[in-house]
């Protein structure tokens, strides 16, 4: 499969404990995108890498968030202290740069916080 | 601050109906839009991209037009099917990141 694949599909965390999700994207996609989505909305953006730079960060993104893209590759989203809000679909993108600058998106890791 | 609006939250048609799904955005200046498929509890699926110096784009029985001026497009399905049913959403580009409307759900009747 060479798509953006997420990994774990579904966390069920206790409120308080950290959770960490992984995002593969398409092997030569050099932009990586963060959003979270909740019931019956659009996805919210997060944050954005390009290559292995943190460019933007979204206010959305809480001193407890904290994502890295070591080596450009593939990226991690933390999430320390969880609180039962941080209940969503936290979805991962990439695109190209240059060219065509379609985004594709993973299947989305599903977190709830109880 | 960019708005997307989608119209209408929900529709249901037969199935064989052609049906309009439509996008506004408040601000006009945007690399792109596209359009996305998203089925229940899963994650999304680009349908169309259009660039922000098209007028529209076609892939098989879908049809996306962009207005920029007015900001506005269209998303144009022909001949629905019952596998069509699924949440559609919109979003426009500028900068770094996409802002998305909260989407349109679409069931369609066998």
């Known amino acids: 499969d060479t798509g953006v694949s997420q990994d774990p599909r579904h966390k069920i965390t206790k409120r308080g404990q950290n959770v960490t999700f992984r995002c593969d994207p398409i092997?030569?996609?050099?932009?990586l995108y963060w959003y979270r989505q909740t019931l019956g909305q659009g996805p919210e953006f997060l944050t954005y890498?390009?290559?292995?730079?943190?460019?933007?960060k979204s206010r959305l993104l809480s001193d407890r968030f904290s994502a890295e893209r070591p080596k450009g590759s593939f990226s991690t989203l933390e999430i320390q202290r969880t609180e039962q809000g941080d209940s969503a679909m936290y979805l991962c993108?990439?695109?190209?740069?240059?060219?065509?600058?379609?985004?594709?998106f993973g299947q989305g890791t599903r977190l709830t916080v109880v | 601050k960019q708005e997307v609006t989608q119209i209408p939250a929900a529709l249901s048609v037969p199935e064989g109906e052609n049906l309009v799904l439509n996008c506004s955005f408040t601000?006009?200046?945007?690399?792109?839009l596209q359009w996305f498929r998203q089925d229940p509890g899963k994650g999304l699926t680009s349908l169309l991209l259009?660039?922000?110096?098209?007028r529209e784009q076609t892939s098989g029985r879908l049809n996306a037009s962009l207005d920029k001026s007015s900001g506005r497009s269209t998303l144009y399905i022909a001949a629905s099917q019952p596998g069509d049913s699924a949440t559609y959403l919109c979003?426009?580009?500028?900068?770094?990141?996409?802002?998305f409307g909260a989407g349109t759900r679409l069931t369609v009747k066998p």
């Open positions: 979003a426009v580009k500028r900068n770094n990141d996409m802002r």
């Open positions: 092997s030569e996609h050099n932009r």
């Open positions: 601000d006009s200046a945007i690399y792109n």
């Open positions: 890498f390009q290559n292995e730079a943190q460019l933007e």
């Open positions: 993108a990439s695109s190209l740069r240059q060219g065509i600058p379609e985004a594709f």
């Open positions: 259009i660039q922000s110096s098209q």
